[in-house]
């Protein structure tokens, strides 16, 4: 069980003011979060101008690594970022300073291919589920035990229907005799019953501003370190 802290996602500039935007924003802030507990770091590099880039990768994974060694660090290939099939797989062929692991959506057309293509490259695999389908597409693959983890991501905002959206993905996994590890977020309202439903479960989770900028209480956190201190908290409490 880890608490993985997810510092940026594709949150616009205006989300919060500590959002990091740039390589070294981005280092300072994964530190303070391995400093308040996260066990793991998942980044969304950008370019120069602010938005998501894959061709960031190297640079953004160097300055992270030299601010927290010996930390885990993943990446995002959401089919958005590059929002071309061509040059997502250009763009993962050509990193040099390779994630430890990156995440890939069973939603995305192209999911199968990356992931065979971050294999190749020796990157890990998280393999992200948001829906009973991609969990069903998922458990279809013949390469479904190699990956370092399958990623439960639910972003319904209704939190009943997050939860049984999240059973059904359980069901899935379970009738296919998954045995990776999992990892269990939810988004803005269902961030807190998450990631308290993983610490039942003893499954990881993740938390920081790419999934919400509030506390358990509401209030919005002073910074990705604050969330993710509040949610190793959790972690470690008994019950």
């Not at 999911?111 to 490259?121: C, F, G, I, N, S």
């Not at 229907?161 to 993905?169: F, K």
């Amino acid at each position: 069980m880890i608490v993985q802290a997810c510092i940026n996602g594709a949150r616009p500039r205006d989300f919060h003011p500590k959002l990091p935007l740039d390589a070294q924003a981005m280092a300072s802030d994964a530190a303070a979060c391995v400093a308040a507990g996260a066990g793991e770091l998942h980044i969304h590099p950008r370019g120069a101008d602010g938005r998501e880039s894959l061709a960031a990768v190297d640079a953004t994974v160097l300055a992270v690594r030299r601010a927290c060694p010996g930390t885990l660090v993943g990446v995002s290939t959401g089919a958005w970022i590059e929002n071309d099939v061509g040059r997502t797989r250009a763009a993962i062929a050509g990193w040099r300073e390779l994630p430890d692991y990156a995440s890939v959506n069973l939603s995305e057309a192209d999911a199968p291919a990356v992931m065979e293509l971050l294999r190749q490259r020796g990157v890990g695999i998280e393999a992200g589920l948001a829906t009973t389908e991609d969990a069903e597409r998922f458990v279809a693959l013949a390469d479904r035990n190699r990956v370092l983890r399958i990623l439960v991501e639910i972003d319904i905002q209704d939190l009943a229907a997050a939860l049984d959206e999240a059973r059904g993905i359980g069901a899935v996994l379970e009738r296919a005799e998954m045995r990776r590890p999992i990892l269990l977020h939810g988004a803005d309202a269902t961030v807190w019953p998450f990631v308290e439903l993983a610490r039942q479960k003893r499954w990881s989770t993740r938390v920081g501003l790419e999934d919400g900028k509030t506390l358990a209480d509401g209030t919005v956190a002073k910074d990705n370190a604050e969330i993710v201190a509040a949610a190793v908290a959790i972690f470690s409490s008994r019950g």
